[in-house]
């Protein structure tokens, strides 16, 4: 079974820059299409970018296109989303996983806080 350990979150001011990272252990993901998730507080969990096994086709969320990049490494079983002109809309826990997400496998995410 993959576990996917979420990394790179932090508090930033709102027009700042995080990278987040996605690293697998136990099992390789880079033949599934692998997304970015968000659950902000008292909200339900949305998908916010995706990428396919190859890299080659990508999926942002309206609310973070032109702002978020997501990539993959697939050598090193690692995925990224580069997050900038952060927004305290864009505070929440991230998290990532397959799309479409398997039961129960949900890692502990990483927290962004964008101060205004």
């Known amino acids: 079974q993959v576990q996917l350990v979420e990394s790179g979150g932090g508090l930033v001011q709102a027009g700042g820059s995080l990278r987040l990272s996605c690293a697998a252990s136990?099992?390789?993901?880079?033949?599934?299409?692998m997304g970015w998730f968000r659950q902000a507080p008292g909200k339900e969990r949305e998908i916010v970018a995706s990428?396919?096994?190859?890299?080659?086709?990508?999926y942002y969320a309206d609310a973070v296109k032109g702002r978020f990049t997501i990539s993959r490494d697939s050598a090193k079983d690692t995925m990224y989303l580069q997050m900038n002109s952060l927004k305290p809309d864009d505070t929440a826990v991230y998290y990532c996983?397959?799309?479409?997400?398997?039961?129960?496998?949900w890692g502990q995410g990483t927290q962004v806080t964008v101060s205004s």
């Open positions: 136990g099992r390789t993901f880079s033949s599934y299409r």
């Open positions: 990428i396919s096994w190859s890299g080659g086709s990508t």
């Open positions: 996983n397959a799309v479409p997400p398997p039961p129960n496998s």
